[in-house]
Nanobody
Framework: QVQLVESGGGLVQTGGSLRLSCAAS????????MGWFRQAPGKEREFVAA????????YYADSVRGRFTISRDNAKNTVYLQMNSLKPEDTAVYYC??????????????????WGQGTQVTVSS
């Protein structure tokens, strides 16, 4: 069982930055691929970024590539999402998710096993 707790959300102006953190419980954190997703009001949850269990592979949605960076610290059981050059369309609840796998790094929400409660990110224009 893995429990995930996100933090770091908030209100920021267009062009600003935020760093989200997702702290995971459990000794097997390093065996999990991790992902970040977001959901805006009235929209479906969408993929943002994912990182393999070792951190050697990362994947990004086209809408955030070049602005967001996903990383992880397995010693701290934490995954991060550095968000730069934020835009109003980045406004959403951001969720981290864990997939118990050392061979795949999914981009589809349905493939993840565990989810955090979410943290709100609001970008003002």
């Amino acid at each position: 069982q893995v429990q995930l707790v996100e933090s770091g959300g908030g209100l920021v102006q267009t062009g600003g930055s935020l760093r989200l953190s997702c702290a995971a419980s459990g000794r097997t954190f390093s065996w999990n691929a991790m992902g970040w997703f977001r959901q805006a009001p009235g929209k479906e949850r969408e993929f943002v970024a994912a990182i393999s269990w070792s951190g050697s592979r990362t994947y990004y949605a086209d809408s955030v590539r070049g602005r967001f960076t996903i990383s992880r610290d397995n010693a701290k059981n934490t995954v991060y999402l550095q968000m730069n050059s934020l835009k109003p369309e980045d406004t959403a609840v951001y969720y981290c998710a864990a997939k118990r796998s050392v061979t795949t790094t999914p981009r589809a929400a349905r493939e993840y096993d565990y989810w955090g409660q979410g943290t709100q990110v609001t970008v003002s224009s």
